[in-house]
C-alpha cells in the first residue's frame, strides 16, 4: 500500500487515546509564548534550538528536559492553553475518547498549587467535551522518583477535586524505583475510588510488571515492552485482559528499541495481548496519536486486520461504560468494513 493511501485510512479510524502525559504535549511554540508572558527566560534562544537539544539516549536524559519545559506552566490560564492545544491537535486526527495524565508534584514542588494545575486542566477538557466532542478521564500520576510519602501528599492534595480525577499512575524515573515502593498509597488511592494503572516494564524488568500486577493491583499497564521477556507473564496478561498502552514513537526517541521495525506490537497481538497504540509525549517525540499508528504499521507491515484490532484495543482499554464502548469499536468495525 502506498504510504498516502495508508495515511489517509489511519486518519479515518476513530481513536482513543490512554497514554498521553499532559506535559509532554508541551510544543515549543506554546513554551515559547507561555515563557515570554510568565517573564521566564527560557535556556534556548530559538524554537529550532529547543528542537536540536531532543536527542535522548533514555529515558533519564529525556525526563531532565521535559521537567525543565515544564517550569514555565505557572497559572490556571497556562495549563489550560497546554490541555487545549493537545485537545485541538487529536481533534484533527479523529481522536474520540482520551485517558490523560497529569504530573501534580512536577509543579506542587515549585510551589504551584494542585487546585491551579487541575482547574485549567478541567476547564480545557470540559470545553474539549463540549465544543469537540471528545470525551475525557484524568490519571494523576504520581513520580516514582520521589518518596511514597510525597505521593501521599498528592493523594491528600487532591481529595477535594476526587470528582473530577479518575485514575492514578506512575511515572517518571522506572530503573531502582520498583512499584513496590508505592505499595501503601495505590492502596490507599484504590480506596478513595480512584482506578490504578502505572508504567511497567518500559526499560524496568519484567519483574516490575508483575509488582504492578501483584503488589498495587493496577488494571492497566502502561508500555510494558518488556513483559515478552516472561512467557508466564504473558499468559498472565492475556488470561485476566490486561491492555498494554504502547507507544512506539517514544520507544524509538528514548532508545527502548533500537528501531521501529523491533517494536514489540505485532508480537504483542499474535499472543492475544491486548496491545493499544498512543503518543505518550508526541511534542517531545515528534508524534501524536495518527504518527504512532503509522510508522508502526509501515515498519511492521500491518495488515488493516491488525490496525483494526488496535483501535478497537484501545476502546476495549478503556475507561468508558460499557455502552459507549459498544458504540465506538461498531463505529471502529463499520470504518474497517467501508474500506
Ligand atoms: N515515557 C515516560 N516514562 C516514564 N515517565 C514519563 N513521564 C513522561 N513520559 C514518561
Ligand atoms: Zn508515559
Not at 490512554?18 to 508541551?26: A, I, K, R, Y
Not at 510544543?27 to 508572558?37: G, H, S, Y
Not at 493523594?155 to 485514575?167: N, T, V
Request: one cysteine or more.
Amino acid at each position: 500500500m502506498q504510504s498516502s493511501e495508508l495515511q489517509r485510512i489511519i486518519q479515518g479510524i476513530p481513536k482513543t487515546e490512554l497514554h498521553l502525559h499532559l506535559e509532554g504535549s508541551f510544543e515549543p511554540e506554546l513554551m515559547f509564548q507561555i515563557a515570554k508572558r510568565n517573564n521566564i527566560t527560557l535556556p534556548y534562544d530559538s524554537i529550532e534550538s529547543v528542537k536540536e537539544a531532543y536527542k535522548f539516549n533514555n529515558l533519564q536524559e529525556f525526563l531532565d528536559i521535559y521537567y525543565a519545559g515544564a517550569q514555565v506552566l505557572l497559572y490556571e490560564q497556562d495549563f489550560f492553553d497546554l490541555t487545549w492545544a493537545y485537545l485541538t491537535k487529536v481533534h484533527s486526527e479523529n481522536v474520540k475518547h482520551v485517558e490523560v495524565f497529569f504530573d501534580p508534584q512536577t509543579h506542587t514542588e515549585r510551589g504551584v498549587a494542585f487546585e491551579v494545575v487541575i482547574k485549567g486542566i478541567h476547564r480545557a477538557l470540559e470545553k474539549g467535551k463540549n465544543e469537540l466532542h471528545i470525551s475525557y478521564k484524568l490519571i494523576m500520576s504520581y513520580l516514582r522518583h520521589l518518596s511514597e510519602e510525597d505521593a501521599f501528599k498528592t493523594l491528600e492534595e487532591s481529595l477535594p477535586f476526587k470528582d473530577i480525577i479518575d485514575g492514578v499512575g506512575l511515572d517518571s524515573s522506572e530503573m531502582g524505583n520498583p512499584p513496590s515502593k508505592f505499595e501503601k498509597v495505590f492502596k490507599a488511592s484504590a480506596e478513595q475510588g480512584y482506578k490504578l494503572v502505572a508504567h511497567a516494564g518500559e526499560e524496568g524488568p519484567a519483574d516490575y510488571i508483575w509488582e504492578a500486577l501483584d503488589i498495587l493491583n493496577v488494571e492497566r499497564i502502561d508500555h510494558g515492552n518488556r513483559c515478552l521477556t516472561d512467557e508466564t507473564l504473558v499468559k498472565r496478561l492475556v488470561d485476566d485482559k490486561i491492555a498494554l498502552t504502547l507507544c512506539p514513537t517514544s520507544n524509538v526517541a528514548l532508545k527502548v528499541i533500537q528501531k521501529m521495525e523491533e517494536h514489540p506490537v505485532a508480537k504483542m497481538l499474535d499472543k492475544g495481548l491486548l496491545a493499544t497504540i498512543h503518543s505518550d509525549d508526541p511534542a517531545y517525540f515528534g508524534g501524536y496519536m495518527n504518527e504512532n499508528y503509522y510508522q508502526t504499521a509501515k515498519a511492521l507491515n500491518l495488515s488493516l486486520k491488525q490496525i483494526e484490532q488496535l483501535a478497537i484495543n484501545g476502546f476495549e482499554a478503556s475507561w468508558l461504560s460499557v455502552a459507549s464502548k459498544e458504540k465506538h469499536i461498531k463505529e471502529v468495525k463499520d470504518y474497517f468494513k467501508s474500506l
